[in-house]
C-alpha cells in the first residue's frame, strides 16, 4: 500500500488478543473520529430542514412572545442533531420530517405553558382582589399612606400588581417542572408509537447502549489504574518507613558501641594512670626531698641587732614562709641537706642504655651532665658567697666589741 507521497507504507502487525490500552484508548479514539462527521451532519442537517420547511411559519401565541420562524426552527433543530450523533450517520427526509414534527409539538407546548402561567397567575389575583389576598398570607393595612382601602387609584394598581408578580413567581416555581416532566413523557411516547422513527430509535438505543458499556469499562480501567498506584504509593511509603526504622537502629546501636569503647577506654587509662602512679619510679619529688630542720645557729640566733643583713630579725621569715630575701634564701639552702638525688643503675659497662635506665634518667646523656655540673658550681658559689658574707660581718662584730671595750675603759 502506497502513501500519498509515493512512499510505502510500513506493514502494521495485528495481534491476536486486545490489550487493556486497546480499551482505554478506543472509545476516545472513536468519539474523535466522529468530530469531523458530526459537523457535516450538522451542515447537512440544517440545509435539509430548511429545504423540507421552507413554508413553515411560527403560530401567532409564539411570534407574541418572541419565537420567529428562525428561532423555533434553531430549538427543532437541535434536538434532531442530537439523534443523527447518536445514530451517527445522516438521516432520510421521513426520518427528518418526523422528528421535527413532534419537537415543533413540543415547542409550541412549552410556549403555550408560559401563557398559561400568565392565566393561572392572573386567576388567583383577580380572585383575592377584595382581600388583597396573597400566596399563604393576607396583608392588612390600616390607615396610613399605603392602605388599599383609603389610598388613589396608582396604589391599589400596585399592590394589585405585586400580589399578581407573587402568584406568577409561585405558579412557575411548582408548574413548571410538572409540565415539563409531562410533555418530555408524552412526547417520548409519541415518537416511540411512530412507525417511521422505530428503526431510529432502536438504532440510537443500541449504540447508546454500547458506548455506556465502553464508557463504563473505562471507568473501570481508570479505577483499576488509580487503585494500582495507590497500592504502590502504599508500598513506596512502607518501604520508606522500613528504611527510616533501619537506620534509627543502625544510630542506635553506633551509639551504644561508642559509649562502651569510650567507657572502657576511659577505664583503662585510669588504670594505666594509677598503676604509673603507684611504681616507685613516678614517685613525686616531695617525696623525695626530705626537708631537714634547720640546725640551731648558736650566737647567730640571739642577736637582735638590724643591720639588714641575711640574718637580721626584720630580715627573717615570720611563719616559716619560703618567701623573703635572696641572702635568706641563699642562707637556708645552705644549712638544709641536699635533695637525694637519684642515681642511675649501676652497670658493668659504667653507662646504661635509654632502654636499661629509669624514666628519670631516660634522655639525652648531654643535657643530665650538664645540669649535674650547673647545680655544683651553684652550690659552690653559694657556700662561697655565705662564707664571705659571714666572715665580713663577724669582723664588723670584732670591731664593734673592741670599740665598745674602749670606751668602757675610758
Not at 102 to 114: P, R, T
Not at 251 to 267: F, T
Request: glycine share 6%; hydrophobic share 30%; proline share 5%.
Amino acid at each position: 500500500m502506497d502513501k500519498p507521497n509515493g512512499t510505502e507504507a510500513t506493514p502494521q502487525r495485528k495481534s491476536g488478543f486486545i490489550t487493556s490500552e486497546s480499551y482505554i484508548t478506543g472509545p476516545v479514539a472513536e468519539q474523535r473520529q466522529h468530530i469531523p462527521a458530526r459537523r457535516n451532519y450538522q451542515h447537512q442537517l440544517h440545509e435539509q430542514i430548511q429545504r423540507l420547511y421552507s413554508s413553515y411559519d411560527a403560530p401567532l401565541y409564539a411570534r407574541l412572545r418572541g419565537y420567529t420562524r428562525t428561532h423555533t426552527l434553531d430549538l427543532a433543530e437541535g434536538a434532531v442533531l442530537a439523534v443523527t450523533n447518536g445514530a451517527n450517520r445522516g438521516l432520510s427526509d421521513t426520518e427528518t420530517g418526523a422528528l421535527m414534527e413532534h419537537l415543533l409539538a413540543g415547542v409550541h407546548a412549552s410556549i403555550g405553558w408560559k401563557y398559561l402561567k400568565i392565566c393561572i397567575a392572573g386567576a388567583l389575583a383577580y380572585r383575592g382582589r377584595k382581600m388583597m389576598r396573597f400566596p399563604f398570607k393576607n396583608v392588612f393595612i390600616v390607615g396610613g399612606r399605603l392602605d388599599p382601602t383609603t389610598c388613589g387609584t396608582s396604589l391599589r394598581v400596585m399592590w394589585h400588581a405585586a400580589r399578581f408578580a407573587a402568584y406568577y413567581g409561585l405558579t412557575a416555581f411548582i408548574g413548571t417542572p410538572l409540565f415539563h416532566a409531562v410533555n418530555f413523557v408524552r412526547q417520548s411516547n409519541a415518537m416511540t408509537q411512530d412507525k417511521r422513527l422505530r428503526p431510529l430509535l432502536e438504532e440510537v438505543r443500541v449504540k447508546a447502549v454500547g458506548n455506556t458499556e465502553n464508557r463504563g469499562l473505562f471507568d473501570g480501567q481508570q479505577q483499576q489504574q488509580q487503585e494500582q498506584q495507590q497500592i504502590q504509593r502504599q508500598k513506596q511509603q512502607q518501604q520508606q518507613q522500613q528504611q527510616q526504622q533501619q537506620q534509627q537502629e543502625k544510630q542506635q546501636v553506633y551509639s551504644s558501641q561508642s559509649d562502651d569503647n569510650y567507657q572502657s577506654s576511659s577505664q583503662m587509662i585510669r588504670a594505666q594512670t594509677r598503676q604509673a602512679w603507684s611504681s616507685p619510679d613516678r614517685q613525686p619529688e616531695a617525696s623525695r626531698e626530705a626537708e631537714e630542720p634547720v640546725p640551731a645557729m648558736g650566737w647567730d640566733a640571739m642577736i637582735d641587732v638590724d643591720d639588714a643583713s641575711p640574718i637580721a630579725p626584720s630580715a627573717q621569715p615570720q611563719s616559716g614562709s619560703t618567701y623573703g630575701s635572696a641572702w635568706e634564701r641563699l642562707r637556708q639552702q645552705q644549712y638544709q641537706s641536699p635533695p637525694t638525688q637519684e642515681r642511675a643503675p649501676d652497670f658493668d659497662d659504667g653507662w646504661a642504655t635509654d632502654d636499661e635506665a629509669s624514666p628519670r634518667y631516660r634522655g639525652n646523656s648531654r643535657t643530665s651532665a650538664f645540669s649535674t655540673t650547673t647545680d655544683s658550681e651553684e652550690a659552690k658559689a653559694r657556700s662561697k658567697a655565705q662564707r664571705e658574707f659571714d666572715e665580713m660581718l663577724e669582723s664588723d662584730r670584732r670591731g664593734g666589741d673592741a670599740e665598745q671595750r674602749s670606751w668602757g675603759r675610758r
